[in-house]
């Protein structure tokens, strides 16, 4: 049988999502513990990959098992051997044909952004920090530029193994809220370090170091080397996952300081 699960974990002691040989992934200790409840190995496969210091608020994995148990027993019996940084959300059990990658039609991030003098002590590792007072309207215009579909060349890491550049952002909104900058972004999917390449461009016209209208020479020129470059990645999360509603998965609402921003 299929089983889809949601997760969300801090990301600051971990490799990243994927398996590693030295076992330092997300990825890693999920397997660990659904591998001991279901008393075989066990391997799973992500709605969306995120690199080391990236964080997630509402993350979505599958695997098959052969092993019969209650929904709740893979929630609770998984959080009782993760480490304390990674959470079960929900179990469903899922048709065969669904891929927690392959079946998602809309991928979502947020960054928090501490736009403050001072470097942030509390929110270490949460939260990203620029000390210059940035121009949220001249970002904003920069930002309207990257809407709709584009070849995101320009905001592309050199190792992405996307087969296109070509990606549909569906939403970028940017919002101050006291001295933290939110951005939430919306695509049906996105390069290695696209986002946290666009917070850093959008951060260069913020502090006027460039205009608005650079965002789009961006795209057309599609060249990496122009931009800015690539930022921290304390303040990003993986906030969610767009599915069919035939699937019938939870979308749960936390109510953490960072989703409530």
Same mark, same amino acid.
């Given at each position: 049988?299929?089983?889809?699960?949601?997760?969300? +974990?801090?990301?600051?002691?971990?490799?990243?999502?994927?398996?590693? !040989?030295?076992?330092?992934?997300?990825?890693?200790?999920?397997?660990? =513990? *659904?591998? %001991?409840?279901?008393?075989?190995?066990?391997?799973?496969?992500?709605?969306?990959?995120?690199?080391?210091?990236?964080?997630?608020?509402?993350?979505?994995?599958?695997?098959?098992?052969?092993?019969?148990?209650?929904?709740?027993?893979?929630?609770?019996?998984?959080? =009782?051997?993760?480490?304390?940084?990674?959470?079960?959300?929900?179990?469903?059990?899922?048709?065969?044909?669904?891929h927690?990658?392959?079946?998602?039609? %809309?991928?979502? +991030?947020?960054?928090?952004?501490?736009?403050? !003098?001072? /470097?942030?002590?509390?929110?270490?590792?949460?939260?990203?920090?620029?000390?210059?007072?940035?121009?949220?309207? *001249?970002?904003?215009?920069?930002?309207?530029? *990257?809407?709709?579909?584009?070849?995101?060349?320009?905001?592309?890491?050199?190792?992405?193994?996307? /087969?296109?550049?070509?990606?549909?952002? /569906?939403?970028?909104? *940017?919002? /101050?809220?006291?001295?933290?900058?939110?951005?939430d972004?919306?695509?049906?999917?996105?390069?290695?370090?696209?986002?946290?390449?666009?917070?850093?461009?959008?951060?260069?016209?913020?502090?006027?170091? +460039?205009?608005? %209208?650079?965002?789009?020479?961006l795209?057309?020129?599609?060249?990496?080397?122009?931009?800015?470059?690539?930022?921290?990645?304390d303040?990003?999360?993986?906030?969610?996952?767009?599915?069919?509603?035939?699937?019938?998965?939870p979308? !749960?609402?936390?109510?953490?300081?960072?989703?409530?921003?």
């Amino acid at each position: 049988m299929r089983i889809a699960l949601g997760l969300e +974990y801090d990301g600051s002691h971990f490799c990243g999502w994927q398996s590693q !040989p030295s076992a330092c992934g997300v990825q890693d200790a999920l397997e660990r =513990a *659904l591998s %001991e409840i279901a008393g075989a190995g066990v391997r799973v496969h992500a709605a969306g990959r995120t690199d080391t210091g990236v964080h997630a608020l509402s993350q979505v994995i599958h695997f098959d098992t052969t092993a019969i148990r209650p929904e709740s027993a893979w929630v609770r019996g998984a959080n =009782a051997l993760l480490p304390n940084s990674v959470s079960v959300l929900w179990a469903r059990q899922v048709n065969d044909d669904f891929h927690a990658r392959f079946s998602a039609q %809309e991928r979502r +991030y947020r960054y928090l952004l501490l736009n403050h !003098p001072v /470097r942030p002590g509390l929110f270490n590792g949460k939260i990203g920090w620029f000390h210059v007072p940035l121009d949220v309207d *001249l970002m904003r215009r920069g930002a309207a530029y *990257l809407m709709g579909e584009h070849d995101f060349s320009a905001f592309r890491a050199a190792g992405c193994q996307a /087969r296109s550049p070509v990606k549909q952002l /569906r939403e970028l909104a *940017l919002a /101050r809220r006291g001295d933290i900058l939110v951005f939430d972004l919306a695509a049906n999917g996105f390069l290695h370090h696209m986002v946290r390449n666009i917070v850093g461009c959008l951060v260069y016209v913020g502090k006027k170091r +460039y205009p608005p %209208e650079w965002i789009g020479e961006l795209l057309a020129k599609a060249d990496r080397t122009r931009a800015a470059p690539t930022f921290a990645p304390d303040g990003l999360y993986f906030s969610g996952v767009g599915y069919d509603p035939e699937w019938n998965l939870p979308n !749960p609402s936390r109510s953490l300081i960072f989703t409530g921003l």
